[in-house]
């Protein structure tokens, strides 16, 4: 039998701590499932983990990455509906750089035969994130312009397609032509090279000096006063991550140049309700299935190799999603 390892961190820091070691295999409790894993998303949310930006769970090291996807090898007590051999995905905090590991069945998404696992583990947290961003966090409306920052990332590339899909004019921004070209061809009707023009003023050009009705801004210290710019009067900013920091800069003074809403959702706090889990995966199952949500995989990674992904996605040089294969 292959090894069962993890690619644990003992102490937070640079990629570098992300280092295999082997785990027994694991036995699941009351409620819970244990799960071999086919495939490994990669998120952003790794990194916040890995440098301790977000504090660690307690116990002894961490194990991060959040989403996966894999075959079910075992149930605890207690555990119906699911069985042993049954394909499923899931998105939740940490416990994912490993061949095996142990998951609550209510957050377990059996997958349809004709979703392949690695979409599956590119697409549960991703996803499932600009599921929430457009249909909750700010419900855009038919005719409606909205800015998206990191536009050719990996849940940029498929919130444009989701946008578009609703008839929301999506504008969006992304470091480099390359990159705009890309999220151009997800569903962007615009896109801004933000390293090279400002943004906010391009924001202004396009929508003739309206403004957008919400700016989705995940990158946090480098963007966040400048999105407020882009709102037109009574706009959402819908904050959800930090890529280049913490926006500390903002105050909420800030807001009353518009009479400006703020929200800073996570992905978590939908995933938590069961229903909404269900119903929010069917929905994007049955929209990569139709074609309406193409799903780009930029890379594959060995799982053995995930600091060399977290460098890639550290250093903006990743797009769409990338995939950890133990
Ligand atoms: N709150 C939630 O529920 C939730 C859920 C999922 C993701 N998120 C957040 O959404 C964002 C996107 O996540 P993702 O996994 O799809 O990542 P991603 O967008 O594929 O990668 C991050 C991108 O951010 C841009 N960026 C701008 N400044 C950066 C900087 N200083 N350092 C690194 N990247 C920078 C880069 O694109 P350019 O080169 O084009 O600028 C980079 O490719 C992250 O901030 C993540 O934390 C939040």
Known sequence: MSEIYAMRAEEPGGPEVLRRVAIDRPVPGPGELLIRHTAIG????????????????PG???VTGSEG?????????GVTGIEPGQRIAYTVPNGAYATHRILPAAMAVPLPDDIPDRIAAAVMLKGLTAHYLIHHSYPAQPGETVLVHAAAGGVGLIAGQWLALRGVRAIGTAGGPEKCALAAAHGYAETIDYKATDFAAEVTR???GTGVAAVY????ADTVLRSLDCLATFGTLVMFGQ???????????????????????????HAARRDWLLEA?????????SGGLKIRIDRDL????????????ESRQTTGSSVLIP
């Open 42 to 57: 990669l998120n952003f949310i790794d990194v916040y983990f890995r440098t301790g930006t977000y504090p660690w769970p």
């Open 217 to 220: 801004d995940s990158i946090g």
């Open 69 to 77: 996807a894999g075959v079910v090898e075992a149930i605890g007590p």
């Open 281 to 289: 995966s069917a929905e994007m199952f049955a929209l990569i299935r």
């Open 60 to 62: 002894p090291g961490l």
């Open 243 to 269: 890529s280049s920091g913490a926006p500390d800069q903002f105050r909420i003074s800030h807001l009353a140049r518009g009479s400006l809403r703020l929200t800073r959702p996570t992905l978590f706090h």
């Open 206 to 208: 396009l929508t003739g």
């Open 302 to 313: 060995p799982l053995a190799e995930v600091a060399q992904a977290h460098r890639l996605l």
